[in-house]
């Protein structure tokens, strides 16, 4: 690059617009977009919450009914309902995308975006199914 | 079907206003006639104080990516008949300061494309000499980075990305995915040397995947694919460099 100097690049006639604030409103993909960004947050809630049910079993008996207690109440079952579909919708937004980050090779062909994105479906499917049998299956 | 349409065109004169303003032109509309063509039309036979950019008309010198009804397109490739009856708002490109109506300046992109040093690198010493002969390839090589090579620099995918709007200093879709463009090239060997400009905070880590970059891109380079891509090779540097410091 020269040291030539940028004479225009502020250039007082130069149009700009700025973009508004409410720029993710302007299309669906931008909104799904923001949607999935904001859904990281109920990600974190659903972690705390299960940090907080390991540490009222580590008290015992009593706090663990308490804490059972405290999560039927209708807020709390209203935010981790509302949480669930937002980490269904971040999981599945997130497993689509596997593909695009994910470049296989087998046998010198790359595999198919949608069998990387099914492998991660099938894990999620196995995980789901192995912690149901430990739940359900005593 | 209709045989005219009416196009909306922004106008910009700065010596004469100080804002956009919307004119409206009527034209033909033939079934074969893209916006580039109503544009012309205009140029040649109703307002010839019309600015734009074009070139080739055929896809391939990037020159007319304008808004065509809120969406980032190749004029070139975008047609009427699709947009009959009417009207068709056709603006400059989003995301970049309007020189005059629907022309944009380009240098920023310009200065960000050279910084990612998008030709190929060999190693001080590892350059055969002329006599050997060209470095050969196989189709598979080729197959590697063919994808990214197909960009025409038309920056329809800046245009389309939030990211660079909000943040100018973020290095760009387009930018990136020609990196990474000469990073899978076999003959390369520049990619430690772009890993260092592209792994600072305005380079791939910018990127918050919104992926309307490849969903515009009229050559299919996939940039949104190319970046993420960068984002696992760049991670897994940082890994290794992190438990082999000496290297492996």
Redesign the interface.
């Known amino acids: 690059?020269s040291d030539r100097p940028?004479y225009?690049?502020y250039?007082p006639?130069?149009?700009?617009?700025r973009?508004s604030t409410y720029?993710?409103l302007?299309?669906r993909?931008?909104l799904a977009?923001i949607l999935r960004?904001l859904s990281s947050i109920f990600v974190g809630w659903f972690v705390v919450f299960l940090l907080l049910l390991i540490v009222a079993l580590n008290q015992g008996e009593s706090r663990y009914q308490e804490f059972l207690a405290w999560s039927g109440k209708p807020a709390v079952l209203a935010l981790n309902i509302v949480s669930f579909f937002f980490i269904m919708y971040h999981a599945i937004t997130w497993f689509n995308?596997a593909p695009?980050?994910?470049?296989m090779r087998v046998a010198?062909t790359r595999v198919p975006g949608f069998l990387i994105a099914g492998s991660n479906y099938l894990a999620w499917a196995m995980a789901s199914a192995l912690v149901g049998w430990l739940l359900l299956g005593e | 079907m209709a045989d005219r349409i009416t196009l909306q065109v922004a106008r910009y004169r700065p010596e004469e206003e100080s804002a956009v303003r919307f004119q409206e032109y009527e034209v033909p509309c033939p079934k074969e006639w893209v916006v580039l063509d109503g544009l012309n039309y205009v140029k040649d036979r109703l307002d010839g104080t019309l600015s734009y950019r074009w070139s080739c008309r055929m896809g391939i010198c990037g020159s007319c990516g304008m808004t065509v009804n809120g969406e980032p397109k190749l004029t070139c490739a975008t047609f009427l008949t699709d947009y009959a009856p009417g009207p068709v708002r056709v603006e400059p490109l989003q995301n970049f300061p309007v020189i005059r109506d629907l022309i944009v300046e380009i240098g920023d992109f310009m200065r960000k494309l050279a910084t990612v040093k998008p030709w190929i690198i060999r190693k001080e010493h590892e350059e055969k000499p002329l006599s050997e002969g060209e470095y050969r390839q196989t189709p598979e090589q080729l197959e590697e980075y063919k994808q990214y090579s197909m960009c025409i620099n038309c920056m329809l995918c800046y245009a389309a990305c939030p990211i660079y709007g909000l943040d100018p200093k973020f290095i760009g879709p387009a930018a990136i995915a020609l990196a990474q463009r000469y990073n899978l090239d076999g003959r390369d060997q520049g990619a430690p040397e772009r890993l260092q400009i592209l792994s600072e905070h305005e380079g791939i880590w910018g990127c918050t995947f919104v992926g309307e970059c490849t969903k515009v891109c009229p050559k299919h380079v996939d940039p949104a694919g190319a970046i993420q891509r960068y984002k696992l090779d760049a991670s897994v540097e940082w890994l290794k460099s992190f438990f082999m410091p000496r290297g492996a």
């Open positions: 690059m940028l225009t690049e250039h006639r130069w149009i700009r617009t973009m720029w993710w302007q299309r993909s931008y977009f960004e995308l695009k980050a994910m470049v010198g």
